[in-house]
């Protein structure tokens, strides 16, 4: 009895089709307000210290529909600093071990284990600022009133103070007592999260009293 023949050439077929059909499905005013939306990102992110970084982060923004003003851009830079802070502080935590014995070990000499405690603390402090402005930011009511101004003053305050906490936390690794993998690993992850807070800082500061 002759073999049926492989049907992966028409689930082939049928996938390709499937994937011409949702790219032409695509209205051309679809198409246009998401080119306007990339545009937008990229003009905002000239203004920030890492360009490149800020594109690359609000690109991968889950939030719909996409950020439109200068408000909603500080709001959406926020948040992803918030996931990527958070991200980071999971990952100091595995690499650690987790806990005062973990950090220890990571360490590899004696008194490794407060640096890299500290580390994790700061870390934790930025998400938690990160994530409070964020949500000021979405909460803050009426452009241009009084109310406005102070909550766009607490949204700077916290990021200024994540960045900070950030930064505490590469400048105590950058001490003895830490074996430089570990420094290297740990540095890597948090330089990230500090170029993306520090974008979204001055994407925060760019938000006028008419937005």
């Known amino acids: 009895m002759p073999r049926p023949a492989s049907c992966a050439p028409l689930l082939l077929l049928l996938a390709s089709a499937a994937a011409l059909l949702a790219v032409a499905s695509a209205s051309p005013a679809e198409s246009s307000a998401a080119a306007s939306a990339s545009d937008f990102i990229r003009r905002s992110c000239r203004d920030t210290q890492y360009p490149s970084v800020c594109v690359q982060s609000l690109a991968s923004y889950g939030g719909s529909p996409p950020p439109r003003s200068p408000r909603e851009l500080a709001r959406a830079a926020l948040s992803v600093s918030a996931d990527r802070a958070r991200a980071a502080s999971a990952y100091v935590g595995r690499l650690c071990g987790g806990g005062k014995a973990g950090a220890k070990q990571a360490g590899g000499k004696k008194g490794a284990a407060g640096p890299v405690r500290d580390c994790l603390e700061n870390l934790a402090d930025s998400v938690g600022h990160l994530r409070d402005a964020a949500q000021e930011m979405g909460g803050a009511g009426r452009a241009g009133s009084p109310a406005f101004k102070w909550h766009l003053s607490n949204v700077q305050t916290w990021c200024s ?39 979204a800082l001055a994407l925060v500061n760019k938000v006028g009293p008419g937005y």
Do not use: Y
């Open 161 to 199: 103070a994540a960045l900070t906490d950030e930064n505490t936390c590469l400048d105590g690794l950058s001490g003895r007592g830490v074996d430089a993998g570990t420094r290297a690993a740990i540095r890597g992850k948090v330089v990230e999260v500090a170029q993306v807070t520090s974008n």
